[in-house]
């Protein structure tokens, strides 16, 4: 990431003389009267409030959520036509699988839901193998009806979904990553400072972390490196992987660019990786939500949909 | 107002919003549920196949081939999907006698409409390649396949300046139906007929096709998903249009809410 940013500057400092699409200053401090029945002690005054996502970020952000919603929920509709990954350039149902679900049993009314993870079979009735069907009889399906699009089998649908969804995540994405690159967004607010890249920082933002431990003051009013980091992590690699593992899946693009093949081994192997990136995707989201619960959901969530921010005070005590 | 201040106490705004995000989310999902089932919808969300095969071609334009594997890459075995055996009795008929007296029609817009022995078509120059077959599924498998280019058949008929496609008659009935609904057909452009590695395959690994991978002929369209690799193909119509065929969507999965393009 570019370094030529005094590694101590805060959001607070005004926007760089740059030809900024938003014409709003990038901070607006509000000092605004204390609601009445509300005494909290360690309160300042005046609360600070910071504009803190601009409307670019917020729009985009929401509309990939909704996006990355959909193209999940379709995703695991495709995977449940067949419930099963290889490594490789080839894998079908003879080849030796490296994720499998199935559903086993002596008759339909006794179906058992089995995962096999690199040979170790896991019983998952009623979550992945096999699962209540539309009624709520257990059948064969690899993901449970509630987190597929549609709910009920429909290969051609979920395909519909898939692929229409996945043009609206392109574009939303560059979109994002333009506007991060001409904003300098990416520089200001989410490359680490070299204060945080240092050991000792990491260690105790780790610390803090695992006490569950927010900042509050003027550390608040940047990211923190592990949330940096992470967002780092999924703009840059795992959204873009996803992508790239899915065009690998095209016969098609695979004649455009056969260097796909051989960059993740395969186009088994890429169905592979685009599960488990898929995977790591939620993983993040669900640690993003609960540090939103943490941090205070309401100002969080609301500074994602009005930008203002509500620095969290200094507790003096 | 701003969420952020609305005199609340935290608790219950954070129950509101959970239960709130819920309630939408369930809402949403029988919605998409809803929406999955509209004709219209499907139709909108089937605008993006128009964006992915522009694309596509275009980024195809100076024909590139598929992936050609070594003989090592091979598949030890290769599923046979769909039909594995056609009913038809005049297909029956023609497997009994080994497909000697049989021959593959090409007619519709073309100027001299033939009838292609297997004998003439295996005189004619072949293509060997050995690629891999991507079901729409998900698995896909390797196998080497032999035959003759559909490009120099459709140059020995002569294409009438009308033609658009180049449509498939099969011989299996993948749905058995009393209307003849459930035949297999496909179609393909001009572009992906006249590819080099378009062929129609009467060899599998170097041995003749055999039945469940759609002997006497297959299609061979490396470009694209396995759905298009009609098997069992009797007959060879070049067409201006495919709308009154059929379901009227260019093949039997097309008609089953496919995409016609599918090199995705």
Known sequence: MSTDEPPDQSPVDPPPPEPAPAAQPAIMVQPQPQPEPRPTPSAKPAREVIYRHTLVVRVTHWINLACITLLLMSGLQIFNAHPRLYWGQYGADQDKAFIEMMAMGSDMDHL????????HPFKTTGFLGASAGADNAIVPRGFPRWATLPSFQDLAVGRRWHFALAWLFVINGLV??????????????????REQIRPSHILKDIWDHMRLKHPRGEEAKSYNVLQKLTYLIVIFILLPLMLLTGLTMSPGFDAVAPWLLDLFGGRQSARTLHFISANLIVLFVLVHVVEVFLAGVVNELGSMITGRYVVPPEIHS | MSAIQLPRPDFSRRGLITAGTLALGGLALSGC?????????????????????????LLLAAGPLAREFKASDISPTFKPNGSTMPSDDDYQAALANGFKDWSLQVDGLVNRP?????ARL?????????TRHDCVEGWSAIAGWTGVQLGRVLHAAGLKPSARYVVFHCAD???????GSGKYYESLDM?????????????????????PHGAPIRLRVERQLGYKQAK??????????????????????EDRGYEWYAGI
């Open chain 2, 232 to 253: 069992y193909v009797m007959r060879i119509e070049v067409v201006d249009r495919f709308d009154k065929m059929g379901g009227g969507k260019g093949g039997f999965w």
């Open chain 2, 191 to 211: 572009v992906d007929a006249f590819h080099p590695q378009t062929i129609l395959a009467y060899a599998m690994n170097g041995q003749p096709l055999a039945v």
């Open chain 2, 173 to 179: 009935d993948l749905e058995p139906s009393l209307d």
């Open chain 2, 114 to 118: 033939l009838s292609l022995s297997m």
């Open chain 2, 122 to 130: 295996k005189a004619m120059p072949s293509r060997t390649q050995i």
């Open chain 1, 112 to 119: 058992k839901g089995v995962t096999t993870v690199a040979g």
């Open chain 1, 176 to 193: 994002y990553l333009g506007f991060g690159l001409v904003n300098r967004h990416f520089s200001r607010d989410l490359a680490p400072t």
């Open chain 2, 33 to 57: 549920d809803k929406l999955s089932q509209s004709q219209g919808f499907l139709n909108t969300l089937g605008a993006a196949e128009g964006a992915t095969i522009n694309v596509q071609r």
